[in-house]
């Protein structure tokens, strides 16, 4: 929701806008969506497996009660 509402300029929109755009009602061009998807997602993913272990530590302490 807040790239929606600070980011104005279509040239400064994240890569998940842009993919909500091509999705049309009828139809939908999937050359250009599934680029889209893995650009969207492989940053994340990585960024999740080289702090894997800080994140299920953080999760585990979260987790105990005292």
Known sequence: ???LLFLHSRSR???LQEL???MGQFSNDW???FPML???VLPLTA???ML???IISGV???SVQG
Do not use: D, F
């Open 1 to 3: 929701m807040n790239p």
């Open 13 to 15: 929109h994240v890569i």
């Open 20 to 22: 909500s755009r091509n």
């Open 31 to 33: 050359t250009s969506m």
């Open 38 to 40: 893995v650009l969207g």
């Open 47 to 49: 960024l999740y497996i």
């Open 52 to 54: 894997q272990k800080y």
């Open 60 to 62: 585990a302490a979260g």
